[in-house]
């Protein structure tokens, strides 16, 4: 019996990969090895916001929930795709931007913002060059009760950000956010789709790494697919 297609949405972790400004980047350190311990083991030292990964409210506030304390209901579920319809720049985007595409927001939906920059991926660009939300949006976004905020931006703030207000706004509604998705190009824009990014379940931390994967019914179309593209 045929099932949901899987899209993997997360990034390999490795310790060359690009990191985000002023962060280390994750170290795997072989402890043990079949030829001489008579087993592979493996350590590895690295942030937890590193690559795919699960922003809590503990991110940024004190006295919020920490990374175990989120309902895992919250990272699954039914996910609504916005996509920028250019080539990736600095900017906000705005809600007028999001509503005038026809924009279907549920309550208890997850919103993901596909912005495009993973065409930079693993260059300097991918941590300068891509979109945010606009204070507006992240507003309507609250008011709408999302589960979560996804996207393929390495933040939901400016990499010039001084007072990270983005981040604020959004964990300081609890909602958790999901940052460095990939291959959302497979996924569709004009269809619902189930959505998963299980964190790890870190006692007391302010984040996690996660593997996110959506499932797509067979007929789901994608970009590559030609699927609907908000103009």
């Not at 916001?49 to 989120?70: E, M, S, Y």
């Not at 945010?132 to 996804?150: E, N, T």
């Not at 939901?156 to 909602?175: E, K, Q, R, T």
Request: with cysteine; glycine share 8%.
């Amino acid at each position: 019996m045929s099932g949901p297609r899987i899209v993997d949405l997360s990034y390999t972790i490795s310790s060359d990969m690009l990191v985000y400004p002023h962060t280390e980047r994750p170290t795997c350190q072989w402890v043990g090895r079949v030829n001489s311990e008579g087993y592979n083991l493996t350590r590895i030292t690295m942030s937890v916001h590193t690559g795919t990964h699960v922003d809590a409210p503990k991110h940024f506030l004190d006295g919020v929930p920490c990374i175990d304390q989120i309902p895992l209901e919250r990272f699954f579920g039914t996910c609504r795709l916005f996509r920028a319809g250019e080539a990736p720049t600095r900017r906000a985007i705005t809600l007028d931007e999001v509503r005038s595409s026809g924009f279907d927001l549920h309550e208890g939906d997850i919103f993901v913002l596909a912005t495009g920059i993973e065409a930079f991926a693993e260059k300097g660009e991918y941590n300068t060059l891509y979109p945010f939300p606009s204070k507006d949006l992240i507003l309507w976004l609250i008011a709408g009760r999302i589960s979560a905020y996804m996207t393929d931006a390495t933040s939901v703030d400016p990499v010039d950000s001084l007072d990270s207000s983005n981040h604020h706004l959004i964990l300081g509604a609890g909602i958790p956010i999901v940052e460095n998705l990939r291959n959302l190009t497979e996924l569709p824009t004009g269809k619902p789709f189930t959505i998963c990014a299980l964190p790890l379940k870190l006692g007391g931390r302010e984040g996690a790494p996660c593997r996110a994967v959506a499932l797509l019914d067979a007929e789901a179309p994608s970009m590559r697919d030609g699927g609907h593209r908000p103009r």
